[in-house]
Structure formats: C-alpha cells, structure tokens
C-alpha cells in the first residue's frame, strides 16, 4: 500500500517522493436555515391572516381557502383555484 486514503484527501506515503505538493482549497460551509414552520404551512398562515384582516374590515366578498367544500374535486383533476379579493387590497393599511 503506497499511501493511506481516509476519504481522498492524504499525501503519498512514500519518504522519497519530491513531487509538487498541491493544497486545495474549498469553499466555506453553506447553511441553510431550518424553519420551524414548512413553506406550504407557511403560505397558508398568509392567507388566513389576509382573511381576518378582509373580514374585520368588512371586505370578505370571496370564498374562504379554508371552506373546503367550495374546493372539492376528483381524483386527478386541479382544485379549483384560490381567488382572494385584491381589488380592494392596500399592504400601506396593513403597516
């Protein structure tokens, strides 16, 4: 055995060897962050907070993502699409 290999990143073993020793070098560690919460629950969480703050303002003029009923569908078609009220929606009132 000419050198030892723990995951290919040792030096010939040899005494003798005058060959260039070349240093690699690597990239910082990235980290992504865990959430607590997933993005899809996340997701939701923005809409029924959207629909509370419609509702209190007296503009909940559409159906609720939440009334599952409204969303039934078979096997192996689309739910129906989510249509929130945006003609009425202002971020600046939210703020």
């Known amino acids: ?3 030892i290999d723990t995951q290919g990143m040792s ?3 040899d005494p003798n060897y005058k060959g260039p020793i070349k240093a690699q070098k690597h990239k910082p560690w990235v980290v992504k962050p865990h959430r ?3 993005e899809t629950y996340a997701k939701e969480m923005k809409i029924l907070i959207n629909e509370v703050l419609d ?6 003029n559409y159906t609720s993502y939440f009334d599952t009923e409204e969303y039934k569908h078979y096997v192996g078609e689309e739910e129906p699409s989510y249509k929130p009220n945006r003609e009425s929606y202002n971020p600046s009132y939210y703020q």
């Not at 509702?55 to 909940?60: I, L, T, V």
């Open 55 to 60: 509702e209190r303002a007296g503009r909940m």
């Open 11 to 13: 030096a010939p073993m």
């Open 1 to 3: 055995m000419s050198k």
């Open 36 to 38: 607590l919460f997933t």
